[in-house]
């Protein structure tokens, strides 16, 4: 097994192993990496993220024996958003995809369409999905389906509406979910924030009123979504996309947890979770 060699490819393929999310969502990517080639020369990386125990880091790296990979260790805090940072300040590709623990290509050529628009020069970011959802309109939604009793949050709504509108841009409020995403080293690391302590840090980084998003955005970049079909679908243009909470998200190139549990869904929340990414735009589930 080999995983540190020379970075000859211009994209790093940056996926987060966590041990504390245990070994299935690890053999999962494995399984649709393996089954969708990404149709474009790429450098693997691996970045273990809280791995204590030798052993089992050993039984991970056995799981990808049959691959080519670098690896990077992190522990286990700062969320998905650190750890991508860690592996940005310490390769020197041109370009980086990032996926998460819980990404899963969909469809061969799926980094290829992605890249393809990503080194545009006019394009700052492109994702598999985006959304317009905006936390502080969420805060005068209804209650999701099915939930019994206001969790301690919604007791205090007023100060949670008053921070969400400090925080968080209205609605539509556009933004490229870091799911998987395309972007230049280069830009990345004018925008990446140096410590993210909370989970409401990576929500901001997300889809803050200063998220990636927003700052490519005010450099004058634009920022896509590109589905299956090969199309760049500008914001304006995200609802109808098919890909995100969209339709049967059947124009999708990357799924994660957040579309599983859409595709999952009974028909009420897959309307509720629609409406929360794009209220009256939304495109139904035929």
Same mark, same amino acid.
């Given at each position: 097994?080999?995983?540190?060699?020379?970075? &000859?490819?211009?994209?790093?393929?940056?996926?987060? &192993?966590?041990e504390a999310h245990g070994p299935a969502p690890f053999e999962a990517f494995l399984r649709a990496y393996r089954r969708h080639p990404a149709g474009v020369e790429h450098d693997l990386i691996l970045v273990w993220k809280g791995f204590r125990d030798p052993a089992v880091l050993d039984s991970y790296r056995r799981r990808a024996a049959d691959l080519v990979?670098?690896? $990077?260790?992190?522990?286990?805090?700062?969320?998905?958003?650190?750890?991508?940072?860690?592996?940005?300040?310490?390769?020197s590709h041109e370009y980086f995809c990032f996926l998460n623990s819980f990404s899963e290509p969909l469809v061969a050529d799926w980094l290829a369409l992605l890249f393809r628009h990503a080194e545009q020069p006019d394009v700052g970011l492109a994702g598999a999905t985006g959304s317009w959802e905006s936390m502080y309109r969420n805060c005068f939604l209804p209650s999701p389906p099915g939930l019994t009793g206001a969790p301690p949050v919604l007791r205090w709504r007023f100060a949670r509406r008053i921070l969400c509108r400090v925080m968080?841009?209205?609605?539509?409020?556009?933004?490229?979910r870091t799911n998987a995403f395309v972007v230049r080293r280069s830009l990345a690391l004018e925008c990446w924030p140096r410590w993210?302590?909370?989970?409401?840090?990576?929500?901001?980084?997300?889809n803050g009123r200063w998220s990636l998003t927003r700052r490519i955005l005010a450099r004058g970049l634009r920022v896509v979504v590109v589905?299956?079909?090969?199309?760049?679908? $500008?914001?304006?243009?995200?609802? +109808?996309?098919?890909?995100?909470?969209? +339709?049967?998200?059947?124009? $999708?190139?990357?799924?994660?947890?957040?579309t599983?549990?859409?595709?999952?869904?009974?028909?009420?929340?897959?309307?509720?979770?629609?409406?929360?990414?794009?209220?009256?735009?939304?495109?139904?589930?035929s």
């Open positions: 097994m080999r995983y540190w060699h020379a970075a &000859v490819a211009r994209i790093a393929v940056v996926h987060l &192993v966590r990979f670098q690896a $990077l260790s992190v522990r286990d805090w700062g969320y998905d958003i650190r750890a991508y940072g860690v592996a940005l300040r310490r390769l968080f841009p209205p609605f539509p409020n556009w933004h490229v993210i302590f909370c989970k409401r840090h990576a929500y901001l980084f997300e589905g299956r079909d090969g199309r760049a679908y $500008l914001p304006q243009e995200w609802p +109808g996309s098919r890909t995100y909470r969209s +339709g049967r998200q059947e124009n $999708l190139l990357v799924a994660d947890r957040q599983r549990a859409y595709e999952e869904a009974d028909p009420a929340t897959r309307h509720w979770l629609a409406d929360l990414a794009w209220g009256e735009a939304a495109v139904p589930a």
